[in-house]
């Protein structure tokens, strides 16, 4: 006699729920420890082969010439933070923009592609002496270099993501008679919002190199990080040198967290919808 096969139950068929992402200590331990292991190893390469302070200092001494001009350098590091951050707020502007204007219009990628492309190859240092000129001394430069340095990921991932929107989500919106605006806003910018977000990651750090050169370049510049290293270094004194430029890394860690921070927060689908 053959068993008769009955459909399975709701219950049975019923994937179990996801459960609830929780807070694990080896998210802090992991980048401690790394942390823990590159001082060391610095540390034991400076005691191990006597290097001179004025060419490496070690951990020690960068600590110590941080505590010599605390006030200074933590001024210093709140200057070249406002002026990363707004470079960054004009190159998202600008290459958000441009992004667009590329994924929307056949023929202004064809005009414009090639330049964008050429302008992003040119040595950014090569042309520093060139703005300094074009903009004078102070804030200008920096911005335009911080703005040259992090605007074309912006630009690539913008117009990567506007032209990779799903078919069946263009297909589906097609169906319900939406207008292209109405496409556009809801259909392929959320789609391109994690490449998009991919660019942003990709500028922040860029913007910050983009600020230390400008101000290492711009001589009448009095304020930012960038300055303390040329200044610095050219006294001998490395240890301070060090302390500006480790305050420069920890600028950008911070900035690039808090952006991936802004994308969780933003984007919960994507953390619930990929593997």
């Known amino acids: 006699?053959?068993?008769?096969?009955?459909?399975?139950?709701?219950?049975?068929?019923?994937?179990p729920a996801r459960p609830?992402?929780?807070?694990?200590?080896?998210?802090v331990a992991w980048p401690v420890l790394g942390i823990v292991v590159t001082i060391t190893a610095w540390w034991a390469v400076v005691e191990i082969f006597e290097i001179q302070p004025i060419i490496?200092?070690?951990?020690?001494d960068v600590f110590e010439g941080f505590r010599t001009y605390p006030e200074l350098l933590l001024q210093t590091t709140w200057d070249t933070v406002r002026v990363t951050l707004i470079g960054f707020a004009l190159s998202v502007v600008v290459g958000m923009a441009l992004g667009t204007a590329i994924a929307a219009w056949k023929?202004?990628?064809?005009?414009?592609?090639?330049?964008?492309?050429?302008?992003?190859?040119?040595?950014?240092?090569?042309?520093a002496p060139l703005m300094i000129a074009w903009f004078g001394f102070g804030t200008k430069p920096v911005l335009a270099m911080a703005f040259l340095l992090c605007f074309f990921p912006i630009v690539l991932s913008t117009a990567t993501g506007l032209a990779s929107t799903p078919a069946d989500l263009a297909e589906l919106a097609r169906s319900l008679d939406a207008t292209r605006t109405q496409t556009f806003l809801r259909v392929r910018v959320p789609a391109a919002l994690p490449q998009i977000f991919v660019g942003l990651k990709l500028a922040m750090p860029l913007a910050v190199i983009g600020v230390a050169v400008g101000e290492m370049q711009s001589g009448g510049v009095d304020e930012g990080l960038g300055t303390i290293i040329v200044?610095?270094?050219g006294q001998g004194d490395t240890a301070t040198a060090f302390a500006a430029l480790t305050l420069m890394a920890i600028v950008s860690i911070i900035l690039y967290y808090a952006l991936v921070l802004i994308e969780r927060l933003a984007l919960p689908w994507v953390r619930g919808t990929t593997a």
């Open 1 to 15: 006699m053959q068993d008769t096969l009955t459909p399975p139950s709701e219950a049975a068929v019923a994937r």
């Open 20 to 27: 609830a992402r929780r807070f694990s200590p080896s998210v």
């Open 56 to 60: 490496l200092p070690s951990p020690v």
């Open 107 to 127: 023929p202004f990628e064809r005009a414009f592609g090639p330049l964008l492309v050429a302008l992003n190859a040119v040595p950014k240092v090569a042309i």
């Open 231 to 233: 200044q610095t270094a």
